[in-house]
Every structure is written in C-alpha cells, then in structure tokens.
C-alpha cells in the first residue's frame, strides 16, 4: 500500500513545492527591496527551481526505465505466446494435412 500512496505523496510534495516557488516569486515582484536583495532573493528560487527541476527528472528518468523494463517482459511473454500458438498451429496444419494424405477424394 505504501507504494501505491508513494507516487501521489511525491507528487503532492512537488506541487506544494512549485505553489510555494509562485507564491514567492510573486512576493518579489510586489516588493520594493532593493536591487541587490531582489537579486539574491531571486537566486535563492532559481537554486530551488533548478533543484526541483533535479527531482522531477529523477522521477521521469525512475519512470522510464520502468516503463522498458515492463515492455522487455511483455515482449518476452508475448514470445512465448507466439511460439506456443505457432507449435499449436503447425499441430492442427499437420493433423489437417495427415487427414487429406489419407483422404484424397474426399
């Protein structure tokens, strides 16, 4: 259970974090600080973004490879199906062409 709720906290905690970001950038456009502060200021959010920007590509990066490690074994199954039904239809082609050998006026 824990890691059904665990993509849905992450993401919670990033969308607090972006709404937290907005909420300060627009503090900073309405302000009247100086220059100089106004400047740290802003590259104190631009350190945040960037490192948010890092998690976020943690998890797309974490995604993907999930996502084609689930389409190898999906390929792998499907193989398997194939050269099952392949055996299978080579039977019933065999069977069928016994059955004609043994039948031809029929």
Known sequence: MTQANEPNDSQREINRRFRD????????????????????????VYDEIDALEGIVNQRF????????????????????????????????????TRLNDENPGR
């Open 21 to 44: 970001l907005s909420w300060r950038v627009e503090r900073l456009e309405t302000s009247q600080m100086p220059a100089r502060s106004l400047n740290e200021s802003f590259d104190r």
């Open 61 to 96: 990066d974490r995604l993907e490879s999930e996502i084609r490690s689930d389409s190898v074994a999906m390929n792998t199954r499907l193989d398997r199906l194939e050269a099952d039904l392949t055996g299978k239809i080579d039977l019933i082609l065999s069977y069928i």
